[in-house]
């Protein structure tokens, strides 16, 4: 039983310490970028773009009201993933997500909208995005290619 203990203990650390760390990170490369740092390239500029919808601009049409739609949104899947025992299989990759999810929606709430910076044109022009949102992508697929290789073992030991 005390192993048990250990194991959400450790589990509930390492969620909080990934999306703290993510969170820190997140709000120091934007509060660079509000300071009014820029970089350009052929095929990347780096520069500060405030974006009031969600991807591509999407749901901007919401106003303010998407940064309570989110805040339900973040808290409806945290309740989720902490009710139905994912925090303690998938920490690391779930306190990304979190804390790369409440890095963008804190911009909302300070900025009016989303600090993004990150601006690839190279031969096409593709959304401007920050850190939160690769580390959003990232744990995503991470999550992804866990189920699928649980999946995997799953029906191996059933075959």
């Known amino acids: 039983m005390e192993s048990t203990a ?48 969600v991807a591509f601009s999407l749901f901007a049409f ?37 804390g790369a999810a409440l890095g963008n929606l804190s911009d909302r709430f300070v900025h009016g909208a989303v600090v993004d910076y990150v601006y690839w044109h190279c031969g096409f022009d593709f959304a401007v995005f920050n850190y939160a949102d690769v580390m959003i992508d990232l744990s995503v697929a991470w999550l992804l290619f866990s189920a699928w290789r649980e999946h995997r073992r799953k029906h191996r030991e059933e075959g």
Request: glycine content about 10%; aromatic content about 16%.
């Open 6 to 53: 250990r194991l959400g203990v450790r589990a509930a650390s390492v969620f909080l310490l990934a999306a703290l760390g993510t969170y820190i990170v997140d709000q120091g490369i934007k509060e660079l970028f509000l300071a009014g740092y820029e970089w350009q390239s052929a095929c990347i500029s780096l520069e500060l773009h405030l974006n009031r919808g």
């Open 62 to 98: 919401l106003g303010p009201w998407l940064k309570w739609l989110q805040s339900l949104l973040i808290a409806g899947m945290l309740w989720f993933f902490w009710t139905d025992g994912w925090i303690r299989r998938q920490p690391f990759a779930l306190g990304i997500l979190l």
